[in-house]
């Protein structure tokens, strides 16, 4: 079935160091990826999405480029503020949507210090 | 402006007793809504499909007994958790399809969540 995996965290950084948060992705067919945002406190926010083979994503800064050949959709960030603190999912919705239904990645937690 | 609102935002009950959780969509109808659990340092788990006006779709493993959910309008879906037990204690979060026309590709929209704690 499909599944989503991401890099462990909690991952910490210092202020405008460069992000990566690395999720991968087993599905069949062309699955439709999303970057997921979790402030805490707050319910999910979408971040971006991408929902065919080689488009970018991009908001806020943030970015991830949707890579059919090694099934991944990495988030990157170039320079990172401590606003940016927060739990990030990976995730897919998979062929013909299947209701609607997203499969989510474990989440990454980022803390940012100043 | 929130799109998705729940309702309460966290509730302490005694084992054996049942919670009711409300999802209510702000912003748009909605005639699906989905329900996830989320368990600390874990992934969102989808727990049924809401539909409504009709039963609820639960994915494998999940008891239909135990997590009773009613769409009874297009802006609200409630998740009730019966004879609840510590081990149901979790978070549960509600999102909301917005509408995609045929494709149904409309974005989906969460909840704030509700944590739930069981004695």
């Known amino acids: 079935g499909n599944s989503v995996t991401q890099m462990e965290g909690p991952v910490t950084l210092s202020e405008e160091a460069f992000l990566t948060i690395n999720c991968t992705y087993t599905?069949?067919?062309?699955?439709?990826l999303f970057w997921y945002v979790q402030y805490p406190g707050e319910g999910l926010q979408l971040l971006l999405k991408?929902?065919?083979?080689?488009d970018k994503g991009s908001n806020k800064g943030f970015e991830a480029t949707y890579r059919k050949e090694t099934t991944s959709f990495h988030l990157e960030k170039g320079s990172v503020q401590v606003s940016d603190s927060a739990v990030y999912f990976c995730?897919?919705?998979?062929?013909?949507?299947?209701?609607?239904?997203?499969?989510f990645g474990q989440g990454t937690e980022l803390s940012v210090k100043p | 402006g929130a799109v998705v609102s729940q309702h309460p935002s966290w509730v302490i009950c005694k084992s054996g007793t049942s919670v009711k959780i409300e999802c209510r969509s702000l912003?748009?109808?909605?005639?699906?809504m989905f329900w996830y659990r989320q368990f600390p340092k874990q992934s969102l788990m989808l727990m049924a499909t809401?539909?409504?006006?009709?039963?609820?779709?639960?994915e494998q493993g999940v008891e239909k007994d135990k997590f009773l959910i009613n769409h009874a309008s297009l802006t609200l879906s409630t998740l009730t958790v019966t004879s609840a037990h510590p081990e149901d204690s979790s978070f549960y979060i509600c999102?909301?399809?917005?509408?995609?026309?045929?494709?149904?590709?409309?974005?989906?929209?969460f909840g704030e969540g509700s944590r739930l704690t069981v004695l």
């Open positions: 999102s909301v399809r917005s509408w995609g026309g045929v494709t149904n590709t409309g974005e989906l929209f």
């Open positions: 599905a069949t067919g062309y699955p439709s």
């Open positions: 991408a929902t065919k083979a080689d």
């Open positions: 995730a897919l919705r998979g062929l013909y949507n299947q209701g609607g239904k997203l499969i």
């Open positions: 912003d748009f109808q909605a005639t699906t």
């Open positions: 809401s539909n409504e006006g009709s039963k609820a779709t639960y």
